[in-house]
Every structure is written in structure tokens, then in C-alpha cells.
T-cell receptor, first 112, second 111 residues
């Protein structure tokens, strides 16, 4: 089946630890995006990548890092520098020349 | 600045029609999207408008007026499964396909 997968669905970490969230797609999409969703707020863009080996900061990149070594994969690392990491993280992808971003199922990160 | 406004919550009755409004003020505009999001799940694409007018897709329709910075999502023949958050998002004018999201409208459909 084609689609976007994120793992795990729920993730718990201790404060001060780095954690990496996985996002994989087999849709052959060129662009990939990471968003964060908090209660009462809209989705906010963390990082995005339009091609392999290239990525740009979004609106709230501080405390996060990404890599795009393969077209299919766009992992997000939440570092200890992120002050409020507990949130629902959504990955999306988009095929070049089209308009619509499609979302993965999300990872809910809780930092204890 | 970038600003997208939509009502926080709405309630409607099963079988009825509901209209969810979205107004936007953004530095660029290259289309407006509506997504549906059930609690704890990913947003799913509903509609896309880039030109003024109404786009109809089954029970769902979306309208855009670029001169007024206004859109609405119309849901007909409401079903209980339509209870969800509805997200309005504007794509900025650059080549990055960046989306700016509103806070979402939580729709509760009652029997």
C-alpha cells in the first residue's frame, strides 16, 4: 500500500533527552514537511524539504533538526533545546507539480 | 502578518446543513485548502480553491472570494461521522507550497 507512515504513534521521553521521530513515504513525493499541533492552535511548520539533501526552516525550527538523505525519509529530531516538546507531530508530503499536501498518522510525543 | 480566522466551535443537527467560515489576511495567496481532522488523527484533504467561486464535491462544497479574503465550507445532509475539526489553510505565494493554518473549527453533530 502507498502512503505516509510515522512511527511510533505514541512516544514518551524524559526531559533533557533527544528523540527522533520517523516519517517515511513510498508515494515518490518530492517535498516533505513537519508540523506541530498544540491544543487550541493551528498546525505550525517546523521544517520542510523540497528535494533530497536540502531543507529549510519553518516558523518554529528552534530546538529541532532534520535530515533528508533519501527521498522517502524525513526524520525529525526533537532536541533538549526545545522548551515545550510535548505535542502532536505531523509529517506531510506533496508530489511535485501538484497542490495538495497529504498527512501521515502523526506521533504524539510526551516529555515527562 | 499572517492571520487566518475561523470559529472555534459549532454545533449542528444530523441531516441539517452547516457553513464554516474562514477569513484570511496573508502576505501572499496561492490557494486555500480545507482539511477534516478527527480527534487524534491526521488531517485529511477535503477541498482546494484557487479561483473565486464554488467547488462542489458530494456533500461538501467550498467557496472562495479572493477580493474579500473569505472562504466557507458547506456540509450538507450532516451525519454523526462529520463530527470533527475542520481546518482552513492558505498556501503562500512562493514556490515552497507552505501552508498557513487556522486554529480549526470543532463541529459537533447532534442527533
Amino acid at each position: 500500500d502507498g502512503g505516509i507512515t510515522q512511527s511510533p504513534k505514541y512516544l514518551f521521553r524524559k526531559e533533557g533527552q533527544n528523540v527522533t521521530l520517523s516519517c517515511e513515504q513510498n508515494l515518490n513525493h518530492d517535498a516533505m514537511y513537519w508540523y506541530r499541533q498544540d491544543p487550541g492552535q493551528g498546525l505550525r511548520l517546523i521544517y520542510y524539504s523540497q528535494i533530497v539533501n536540502d531543507f529549510q526552516k519553518g516558523d518554529i525550527a528552534e530546538g529541532y533538526s532534520v535530515s533528508r538523505e533519501k527521498k522517502e525519509s524525513f526524520p525529525l529530531t526533537v532536541t533538549s533545546a526545545q522548551k515545550n516538546p510535548t505535542a502532536f507531530y505531523l509529517c506531510a508530503s506533496l508530489r511535485g507539480g501538484t497542490d495538495t499536501q497529504y498527512f501521515g498518522p502523526g506521533t504524539r510525543l510526551t516529555v515527562l | 502578518g499572517q492571520n487566518i480566522d475561523q470559529p472555534t466551535e459549532m454545533t449542528a443537527t444530523e441531516g441539517a446543513i452547516v457553513q464554516i467560515n474562514c477569513t484570511y489576511q496573508t502576505s501572499g495567496f496561492n490557494g486555500l485548502f480545507w482539511y477534516q481532522q478527527h480527534a487524534g488523527e491526521a488531517p485529511t484533504f477535503l477541498s482546494y480553491n484557487v479561483l473565486d467561486g464554488l467547488e462542489e464535491k458530494g456533500r461538501f462544497s467550498s467557496f472562495l472570494s479572493r477580493s474579500k479574503g473569505y472562504s466557507y465550507l458547506l456540509l450538507k445532509e450532516l451525519q454523526m461521522k462529520d463530527s470533527a475539526s475542520y481546518l482552513c489553510a492558505v498556501r503562500d505565494g512562493g514556490a515552497t507550497n507552505k501552508l498557513i493554518f487556522g486554529t480549526g473549527t470543532l463541529l459537533a453533530v447532534q442527533p
